[in-house]
């Protein structure tokens, strides 16, 4: 028996197997059944999936529910929000959206109110870092974006093919806005702020996209990241310059990137503070189990407020350590950059400054800049300036 011989009945309430009932229960409406063995229903509470024998996948009801389509399904809530769940009904990223299409070719089209329209993958994440007016979903290897001088072709690496007409196929909507990325501040405020000594704390460059199943660690940079990372070192202050990093080869190689546009022959030198495991982390192997089935953003949240995870230091005792580390890295009259990971990141920067990352995450080589003034410590962050008492 396959998926194709279960056949909806024609009142849509159940479904049939050689003309007979599969289970008992019946349903205001029904879809077919899907791979991984899962179907939309529709009962009295609302949509969701069910299984072969008629039963809910998972607790929760939505106000519609899409086909699972490469291991997710888009879904829509009662506040009329998009996102994607698992086969257990368990949201894969925190990001939710205006709308979004089933998964085809390995990625989704969303729609979000503050950046626009790009493709996602199955992890949740971007498939090539850029966004667009408009999208539509990848069809043999392409797909059709519009920016502000019309609709282009792009490949799966956001590389841009060509120009395009306007897709004949109707969408639900049309875009207005488009989030294009700023210049990174970071070099900038350490050529004008006033410092003895600086560290950077910063995310990685550009990566490969997370997808699901698929081990993260093995990630590498792409070709923007490594030339993002390149540029940034250039520009840089004319200062000595060291480089640590997590020993994830994408921070080692953005560090080592980083080195290389500052004109410094040296290498990254790795810390396991910094990440695999991290001044947060007390039990590597637990902590990497856990972030394979749980999103980042979702636990970092939940991290901050101050639930301990499994494999984690206090958020307080982690933020110290990673405190120390990165102080103490300082020199007079030099810089050091240490490469880390936005999972770490956002509980020091939210633990020694307040700020609330539920709307905001920290972007590809988007970082923090910890400072040493007449013997006092400063954190720049976004724009501002925070005294540390230490």
């Known amino acids: 028996m396959n998926f194709d011989d279960l056949i909806p009945s024609s009142d849509k309430t159940h479904h049939l197997y050689e003309g007979v009932p599969i289970y008992e229960r019946r349903f205001k409406n029904i879809g077919p059944f899907k791979f991984p063995g899962l179907a939309v229903a529709c009962d009295a509470a609302g949509a969701c999936h069910i299984t072969f024998a008629g039963e809910p996948a998972y607790a929760e009801r939505y106000d ?53 329209a790009t493709h996602i993958t199955t992890a949740g994440e971007l498939l090539y870092g850029d966004w667009y007016f408009d999208a539509r979903p990848f069809a043999n290897g392409v797909a059709a974006v519009r920016d502000e001088n019309g609709w282009l072709v792009i490949d799966a690496a956001g590389t841009v093919i060509g120009r395009a007409k306007e897709p004949a196929e109707k969408f639900p909507l049309r875009g207005d806005v488009r989030y294009v990325p700023q210049e990174n501040q ?15 704390l910063m995310r990685h460059g550009e990566r490969q996209p ?18 993002q990372a390149r540029e940034f070192g250039a520009a840089l202050p004319d200062v000595p310059i060291r480089a640590y990093a997590s020993p994830m080869v994408r921070c080692v190689q953005t560090g080592n990137e980083i080195l290389a546009g500052a004109g410094v022959a040296k290498e990254a030198e790795e810390s396991l503070m910094l990440g695999t495991p991290s001044a947060y982390v007390a039990d590597d192997e637990l902590v990497r189990e856990f972030y394979v089935i749980n999103p980042v953003k979702i ?63 920290p972007g590809f080589l988007d970082g923090c800049v910890l400072m040493r003034r007449d013997g006092k410590y400063f954190l720049w962050w976004r724009g501002r300036e925070y005294p540390i008492a230490r």
């Not at 070099?187 to 006033?194: E, F, G, R």
Request: charged share 20%; hydrophobic share 40%.
């Open 64 to 116: 519609w529910t899409g086909d699972f389509a490469e291991g997710v399904a888009a879904v829509r809530d009662a506040n009329g929000r998009y996102f994607y769940i698992d086969q257990t009904g368990k949201p894969i990223a925190y990001d939710t959206y205006l709308y979004a299409t089933d998964f085809a070719e390995g990625s989704a089209v969303v729609y979000h109110e503050t950046f626009g």
């Open 186 to 200: 970071i070099p900038k405020v350490l050529q004008t702020a006033d410092w003895d000594a600086a560290a950077v």
């Open 210 to 227: 997370f997808i699901k199943g698929e081990p993260g660690s093995t990630k590498v940079l792409t070709a923007r990241g490594r030339r």
């Open 299 to 361: 636990m970092s949240l939940r991290y901050v407020a101050g639930e301990i995870l499994p494999g984690h230091y206090p958020v307080d005792v982690g933020t110290s350590r990673m405190f120390d580390f990165v102080s103490g890295t300082l020199a007079d009259g030099e810089i050091s950059v240490c490469i880390t990971h936005d999972a770490w990141i956002v509980p020091f920067v939210s633990l020694l400054t307040g700020y609330d990352f539920t709307n905001d995450w």
